[in-house]
């Protein structure tokens, strides 16, 4: 399957450069066969585009930097230790669950989307880098964290997904108490802290660390927020999708 996908649309050799290149920039060490695992994820994602939205980022260098060192920008190990188990809330392409899982393969990661057609296509990805450490989930967030997978994953990630009060009330009940939910948030991070303390104090969480990111090669506000959870989630969250869009806590 990993041949059916290796289009031509840039040489391996030039995307493991640059990819090597920027990390070294960010700081994270990455090795030339994780290069080279994303230059697969990224001619898939490139290929499948053709016939699936999956992104608006196209341009290799833009992937490399805006999407994979972007989702890579949460991970800490003194926070994130091997083994820990996370869901990706709303993976879409897959960022930043496939990121992580390529670079920490002890991670285990459950890839989770509302939409059938992204999943076959994260499901594939999987096939082709034999990530043994990923599994997808199909369903609504408000809707599988009132069942067995409440209160279950070390961590909730999400990215690009909803403002900041009505994706707590997404994530937060899927975290046990101790973990934490990670989002990846733009230029309006602090407006988004802002609007969140009711949502925060009612689901059983509070904000542990704002980090502000700086990608390579650009300049734009964005940051890295962790948030731990200290207590269980009321029962009654998430709410039905109506009323958490039309009355976000």
């Not at 990819?19 to 994780?34: I, K, N, R, W």
């Not at 697969?40 to 992937?63: F, G, P, S």
């Not at 990111?213 to 959870?229: C, G, Q």
Request: proline fraction near 6%; charged fraction near 25%.
């Amino acid at each position: 399957m990993k041949e059916k996908y290796m289009i031509p649309i840039v040489a391996e050799t030039d995307f493991v450069a640059y990819m090597l290149e920027q990390m070294e920039v960010f700081g994270l060490p990455c090795t030339a066969d994780q290069a080279k695992d994303f230059y697969t994820y990224y001619t898939m994602l490139i290929e499948t585009n053709k016939y699936l939205n999956l992104t608006a980022i196209t341009d290799m260098q833009e992937v490399v930097v805006k999407h994979v060192i972007d989702s890579l920008s949460c991970y800490d190990k003194k926070i994130i230790s091997s083994g820990s188990s996370i869901i990706d809330v709303g993976s879409g392409a897959g960022f930043p669950g496939i990121p992580l899982a390529i670079y920490d393969r002890p991670l285990r990661i459950t890839l989770f989307d509302s939409l059938k057609k992204r999943l076959t296509f994260l499901e594939s990805v999987i096939d082709a880098l034999h990530l043994d450490n990923c599994t997808t989930l199909h369903g609504r967030a408000e809707d599988l964290s009132h069942q067995n997978y409440r209160e279950s994953f070390d961590f909730a990630m999400s990215r690009a997904v909803a403002r900041l009060p009505v994706l707590l009330e997404w994530t937060v009940p899927y975290v046990k108490v101790g973990g934490s939910v990670i989002a990846l948030k733009g230029a309006a991070y602090e407006e988004e802290i802002g609007e969140s303390e009711k949502a925060l104090s009612i689901l059983g969480a509070e904000l542990s660390e704002v980090r502000p990111i700086t990608l390579p090669t650009i300049s734009d506000k964005r940051a890295v927020l962790y948030i731990k959870k200290i207590g269980p989630t009321p029962k009654k969250y998430p709410r039905k999708p109506k009323n958490i869009k039309e009355r976000p806590l």
